[in-house]
């Protein structure tokens, strides 16, 4: 069974501050997908990452595919109380009907 | 643009009842599937469908059912609903299937409350 480990948990973090919020698994997953999820909605999809050691930008948000690509990180630059939200990785379950199996998330708050 | 609507937003049930979340998507997605979102447990995939007419069972199917008679529409049945079923249900849809998974598109979520 494939597992998807996130850390941190919470994050709690002043405006202005940077932070990484990583993803980690003992599996390899042929991509990786990045939501964030706003209280009474559902999920949103920011990012996928498909090749190891891929690097893709969404204006101050920085996302890593590992090299092995078993694990991925996120980094925001210079948070905005905007980034408020839960934070998801999801990766294929190994399975031909394409399901995703999410990590736990991070529920990242920002003060201003 | 609808995208996939979820209804009823908020519903409360005494243990023993049944009853149906309705889902529906207007983006002719062939991927749909449910999920169930707890504190501390992520969401977990209870059933999905690749196609009408064709429905699985996910991570947690006990106690739910589905069918999937059109492309549009993919409601999930709770038969006799118990307080463990308590959670925040998410319907969502993909436009293909793939060993990697597509993006999926959620609906707003469904808030379960079972007495």
């Known amino acids: 069974t494939q597992l998807l480990e996130q850390s941190p948990q919470f994050l709690s973090i002043q405006e202005g501050e940077n932070l990484t919020v990583y993803c980690n698994s003992s599996?390899?997953?042929?991509?990786l997908q990045w939501y964030r999820q706003e209280p009474g909605e559902g999920p949103v999809l920011l990012v996928t990452?498909?090749?190891?050691?891929e690097v893709k930008k969404l204006k101050r948000l920085t996302f890593q595919f590992g090299d092995a690509r078993k694990d991925s990180s996120l980094h925001i630059t210079a948070a905005q109380p905007g980034d408020t939200g839960l934070y998801l990785c999801?990766?294929?379950?190994?399975?031909?009907?394409?399901?995703?199996?999410f990590g736990k998330g991070t529920k990242l708050s920002v003060k201003p | 643009n609808a995208g996939v609507t979820q209804t009823p937003k908020f519903q409360v049930l005494k243990t023993g009842q049944s009853m149906t979340l309705q889902c529906a998507q207007d983006?002719?997605?062939?991927?749909m599937s449910w999920y169930r979102q707890d504190p501390g447990m992520g969401l977990r995939l209870i059933h999905y469908?690749?196609?009408?007419?064709?429905?699985d069972q996910g991570e947690v199917p006990n106690g739910y059912n589905v069918s999937r008679s059109t492309t549009e529409d993919f409601p999930l049945r709770l038969l006799s609903a118990a307080p463990s079923q308590t959670s925040v249900y998410f319907c969502a849809s993909s436009y293909s299937y793939s060993p990697g998974g597509g993006e999926l598109f959620f609906g707003e979520g469904s808030r379960l409350t079972v007495l």
């Open positions: 990452v498909v090749t190891g050691g």
């Open positions: 469908s690749v196609g009408a007419g064709i429905t």
């Open positions: 999801a990766g294929g379950d190994g399975g031909s009907q394409g399901n995703l199996i």
């Open positions: 599996s390899v997953f042929s991509s």
């Open positions: 983006m002719n997605h062939e991927y």
